[in-house]
């Protein structure tokens, strides 16, 4: 069937350029985690922390004005910002929340200089072999994963791959709060890969639980199953957020957010 | 004697049966009832389920020894069995809830009866029923008593007592999963197949099964949308949606006409990319290579209107109960977009109905015919390729349809290909859907105030891209929300595709579980 041939040939490349260099990251008008302005936030007021539905933010531990944010909780839904009387929560465009360290994820009103020491191991700048495991999402995130192997953000071109088998694996990349029924699977998953390793956790549910954690069939995402070199929290993070993910793992990108706060 | 495995063939209804006729599958006319000296004496005692405005079911309380007979006479008056739900009471006291859906005439008759400990299995007669009392055996220790399948189906903690159906060393046994090549979900399916042929297929699911139903218990309504559009993250606006329809109905709002319309805009907004990226798996499935890639970047696309419009790529954060949290801007750019996502999707489908390797695969493969699909309980695209004429946009229209002229795309073959081209007819119509209501939406409020009566109850409804997907809400104090259950459309339809499996071949299992569209984390939940 030459027509398929002919007509992609006349259509030319659908691929963007960015994550290499500049380009359309496709995510226009896509809202990410809500920004939070401490300035413009009352003393006596509580409707963010109510209107949560993940507990993302709470109320300041006892004695101390404010709200805590854990962005790592955070499913994006957007209800403080409509709740909140000010300017305190504003919307924002920032979805690229991929963090080393679960603390980043937590606000605070000044980020300390980077843990920057981190370093992935020698021979992983360049190319990933990555295991998906399903622990559970609501395939969202499945979605999203999918669609990074589209033509427009063609994952191949920046030289990570899924892989089949978890022998060919270097990275496990879970979704979802990794209810009881997959956390057997997924251990094995992990065992069968050979050493060095890492682990993703891509999505809010496998954070921190999100809006499926706990209760009577599922776990509080990866924490305290298995060690996660790399936290990504959205719902779901958009492709180009798991691409930035990607890249940070490799440290061919800097991380964009430190203490809760998105470094631009 | 070894046990049945699931699924038998041979357990399917002796009681409902259906015409050849393309409308409203099943004529009553045609109807025979296995246990013909049952008696239909049930009193029917017409109540409220919220309101009875707006759709909204008659209820019919029963005797629990009745139950059989009023269903009976329900089917046997053109009715069709859409869901089965539980909803505890003090003690070991529970309630059942059998939804049946009269599409002809546009209502639904709910039959309620009160049991306690044991309740009778209608499954012999309505295997559709068949996975719902095994899951409520499963997640509220309910007995149903002689369920034809007695085996576990959500929980995973515990044997289910089934023997290997075969030690014949020439059958292989294949289990396949949970955790698959490639991304996707998570399941288990086991194979005993010789050489090329299935002989017996199960699908193992719940593996995701994360227990949402009960998550909303004690959320607000306006709560409880973020948790409906995280049940299947494809079907987002289809479950908040159908959750927000429920609690619309059992508080008497008033949804704005521009809210509705706006609703009816997304939700075949969503259909679009569900299809386009229906489209390029299934060309994957048949290592049409080009086709695939195609496929998913207008899927790509059509997600990136979804998020310019929207914020969300998934539709999300849109709709609260009583409306819109916000009002939608559509300017120009969207219909110039929609229009070239258009006409790319014809030329793409234009050139798979002319790719011969691509459409050899499809046609005869995993044929489902009418009458397991209608006792099975199939849904959506899944039973219009077989023929069955349903659509709730259509037959029990809610939001802005009944403004617009929904066509139906039916075909009678039930094969892959039938499904193939319902979804591209149904992708289509959706595109005409959206214009039209572009170019009609009319100016006003999207959210009308809302609050919530204590112990209100309601139900709501949406054709998903999967087909037929439910709400039963119940509130408790407070207005706030007391016990959920979601009926989706891929529990529905995995009941059903184990069907078109057995006695098929390995090759084919591929291209037939593409050509089902089926969604995991819909079915577990």
Redesign the interface.
């Known amino acids: 069937m030459p027509f398929w041939t002919i007509s992609g040939l006349f259509r030319g490349n659908a691929s963007t350029k960015w994550g290499v260099r500049d380009g359309d990251d496709g995510q226009e008008g896509v809202l990410g985690m809500p920004r939070f302005n401490p300035a413009h936030c009352l003393t006596d007021c509580t409707v963010c922390a109510e209107s949560c539905p993940t507990e993302a933010i709470t109320m300041a531990p006892n004695g101390e004005a404010g709200i805590a944010i854990d962005y790592g909780k955070c499913v994006a839904c957007q209800l403080c910002v409509e709740a909140c009387p000010t300017d305190a929560l504003t919307t924002s465009h920032d979805w690229a929340f991929g963090v080393r360290h679960r603390e980043d994820l937590h606000w605070v009103s000044e980020p300390t200089p980077d843990h920057a020491t981190h370093k992935t191991p020698s021979g992983f700048f360049r190319s990933l072999h990555v295991r998906h495991v399903d622990a559970g999402s609501c395939n969202g995130c499945e979605s999203e994963l999918q669609a990074l192997n589209n033509p427009f953000y063609n994952l191949h071109r920046l030289g990570v791959f899924f892989t089949a088998s978890p022998r060919f694996a270097d990275v496990l990349l879970v979704t979802g709060p990794v209810t009881h029924a997959m956390r057997g699977p997924l251990l094995a998953a992990y065992e069968a890969m050979p050493e060095p390793r890492w682990v993703m956790a891509i999505g809010t549910c496998a954070v921190a639980g999100g809006t499926a954690g706990g209760g009577e069939f599922c776990a509080n995402g990866l924490e305290g199953i298995l060690p996660v070199d790399l936290y990504l929290p959205g719902c779901p993070p958009n492709p180009a957020a798991i691409i930035e993910a990607f890249m940070l793992l490799l440290a061919r990108k800097q991380q964009r957010v430190k203490g809760g706060q998105y470094a631009g | 004697m070894e046990e049945k495995p699931y699924p038998v063939r041979k357990m399917t209804a002796k009681l409902v049966s259906i015409s050849d006729k393309t409308n409203h599958a099943p004529q009553s006319d045609v109807m025979v009832a296995a246990d013909a000296d049952a008696q239909m004496d049930v009193p029917p005692k017409p109540g409220a389920f919220g309101e009875t405005e707006g759709g909204q079911p008659n209820v019919v309380s029963c005797r629990i020894d009745d139950i059989l007979p009023a269903l009976q006479q329900e089917c046997s008056n053109g009715g069709r069995l859409e869901m089965l739900y539980v909803r505890p009471k003090s003690g070991s006291a529970f309630e059942l809830c059998y939804l049946v859906n009269h599409a002809e005439s546009g209502r639904f008759v709910m039959i309620v009866s009160e049991a306690m400990d044991v309740a009778p299995s209608m499954a012999r007669h309505f295997p559709l029923l068949g996975w719902y009392e095994r899951e409520i055996q499963d997640l509220f220790g309910i007995k149903f008593a002689d369920h034809p399948e007695p085996y576990p189906l959500v929980r995973?903690?515990h044997k289910d007592g089934r023997k290997p159906l075969s030690h014949d060393p020439d059958v292989q046994r294949f289990p396949f999963g949970?955790?698959r090549?490639?991304?996707?979900?998570?399941a288990e399916f086991a194979f005993y197949y010789a050489g090329e042929a299935i002989l017996h297929y199960h699908p193992h699911l719940?593996?995701?099964?994360?227990?949402?139903e009960?998550?909303f218990e004690g959320?607000t309504p306006?709560?409880g949308v973020?948790?409906a559009?995280?049940?299947?993250?494809?079907g987002?606006f289809a479950h908040a949606l159908a959750f927000a329809q429920a609690c619309e109905v059992a508080s008497g709002c008033v949804v704005p006409q521009r809210a509705k319309m706006l609703r009816s805009l997304l939700g075949e907004l969503e259909r679009i990319y569900n299809h386009l990226?229906y489209l390029?798996h299934l060309a994957d499935t048949t290592t049409?290579k080009?086709?695939q890639?195609?496929g998913?970047?207008l899927?790509?696309?059509a997600?990136?209107i979804n998020?310019?419009?929207?914020?969300?790529?998934?539709l999300?954060?849109v709709i609260a109960p009583g409306g819109l949290?916000r009002d939608l801007e559509l300017k120009a750019w969207f219909e110039l977009d929609l229009d070239r996502l258009r006409g790319q999707a014809e030329?793409y489908t234009n050139?798979l109905l002319?790719?011969?390797?691509f459409r050899d695969r499809l046609l005869t493969t995993g044929p489902l015919d009418q009458r397991t699909a209608y006792d099975q309980g199939a849904t959506g695209p899944i039973a219009r390729a077989s023929g069955i004429d349903r659509d709730l946009r259509r037959d029990h229209s809610y939001a802005a349809y009944d403004t617009l002229t929904v066509p139906v795309p039916v075909r009678q073959k039930g094969d892959a290909d039938a499904r193939f081209r319902v979804r591209i007819e149904e992708l289509f119509a959706s595109f005409d859907m959206v214009k039209a209501l572009f170019r009609r939406l009319e100016k006003g409020p999207v959210l009308s105030s809302y609050t919530q009566e204590a112990y209100a109850e309601g139900l709501g409804w949406a054709e998903s891209p999967r087909g037929s997907l439910f709400y039963a809400v119940h509130f408790g104090p407070e207005g706030r929300l007391q016990h959920v259950k979601i009926k989706s459309p891929s529990f529905s339809n995995w009941r059903v595709f184990p069907f078109t499996v057995q006695d098929s071949n390995m090759m084919d299992y591929a291209i037939n579980e593409a050509s089902f569209g089926l969604?995991?984390?819909?079915c577990?939940r």
Request: hydrophobic residues 35%; glycine residues 10%; without cysteine.
């Open positions: 995973h903690d949970p955790i090549a490639d991304v996707v979900e998570s719940f593996f995701k099964h994360r227990g949402m009960r998550r959320l306006q709560t973020i948790f559009e995280r049940v299947s993250g494809i987002s990226a390029g049409l080009v086709g890639a195609e998913k970047l899927a790509e696309r997600k990136q998020g310019k419009l929207t914020g969300s790529r998934f999300r954060s949290r030329w050139f002319a790719s011969n390797s969604s995991i984390a819909g577990d």
